[in-house]
């Protein structure tokens, strides 16, 4: 990538894409340069997100997700062999068959009746191996794969495709995509993100912290949005998938990582865990770090997170 001094920004806004609002930032010698390389990125989005969607039948991820088809794409068979791998990594605190998990939890929000600590921990036994295994390449089928949910590390692994189609222009000198708080910057020069406070998700409100951010991923897990009520009991929409029980002990969870996917799946990740267990989970990676926020109201972060 180039690293000129390059004065032309080029920003735009598409929504929805994602399912969300993606901002795209490019910084380009000219105007006519930053165009391509933004329909290059919404272009890629687009067409990874007919592939890989759970809610259009026709994508490809639906069809072998339901058994339709045997075999799944390669976009498909890359992000189960990442999503398998962080399963076992994690040792079950990112589960891709969580999805089951949650449809219980919205039958409890529709019934307003809350389900026991029990029945939900039965329920997560169910979930022990995951219904699929990889073996050089290809995927086999070992179970009902129709409540299989990737969004927790799809979203980021697109943001990542789509970008590294323009890293290589040598006129472009910087990326930034900006995918409902997921995000990935390339370039020489730093930028600063703002971290949501998830007691106040409100726009025009002061960041709970701020990061300096280049050449990586973050991303963010929060219950701020999306909370999930039970008979006047507001619940964290973010499960345990070892217990089945909406996370109590962290607030938010923010990650950074070389790319987005990886910072998608490790936010999940530290999110989950308990947070000395969180920490120690991060600090044997050197290139990542994190910040998370507990119900304390406390703050943590792993060695590596720039302050």
């Known amino acids: 990538m180039d690293e000129r001094p390059l004065a032309q920004v080029h920003a735009s806004v598409h929504e929805p894409l994602l399912g969300t609002r993606v901002s795209i930032r490019l910084r380009a010698t000219n105007p006519a340069t930053a165009a391509v390389a933004e329909r290059q990125i919404v272009a890629e989005i687009e067409r990874l997100e007919a592939v890989l969607s759970a809610y259009r039948p026709d994508s490809g991820w639906s069809r ?11 976009e498909v068979t890359a992000l189960l062999t990442l999503a398998a791998r962080w399963h076992v990594q994690s040792g079950g605190a990112f589960h891709p068959s969580a999805g089951l998990l949650r449809e219980r939890w919205l039958r409890a929000v529709a019934e307003q009746i809350e389900p026991s600590r029990a029945e939900m921990a039965d329920l997560a036994t169910t979930l022990s191996t995951l219904p699929y ?7 086999e089928r070992r179970g009902d794969c129709s409540r299989l949910d990737l969004h927790a590390i799809a979203k980021g692994w697109i943001i990542d495709r789509a970008v590294s189609l ?9 990326v930034l995509v900006n995918a409902g708080g997921d995000l990935l910057h390339r370039g020489p020069h730093a930028i600063t993100v703002g971290i949501e406070d998830p007691r106040r998700p409100f726009d025009n409100v002061p960041p709970l912290t701020s990061v300096s951010l280049r050449d990586a991923g973050l991303a963010s897990s929060s219950g701020a949005r999306r909370p999930m ?15 089945g029980w909406p996370v109590e002990h962290v607030l938010a969870a923010t990650a950074i990582a070389p790319d987005a996917a990886t910072a998608d799946v490790l936010a999940t990740i530290v999110g989950v ?8 989970f991060v600090e044997t990676r050197p290139d990542v770090a994190c910040h998370l926020l507990a119900s304390d109201a406390t703050q ?5 997170w720039p302050h």
């Open 133 to 139: 295994v990889v073996d050089d390449g290809v995927v």
């Open 273 to 280: 865990l308990p947070i000395n267990e969180g920490l120690r």
């Open 64 to 74: 072998w997700r339901s058994g339709k088809v045997e075999h799944p794409g390669s």
């Open 166 to 174: 323009v890293v290589g222009m040598p006129e472009i000198g910087e």
């Open 300 to 304: 943590h972060t792993s060695t590596h």
């Open 229 to 243: 009520i039970v008979a006047g009991t507001r619940h964290n929409h973010v499960l345990d998938p070892r217990t």
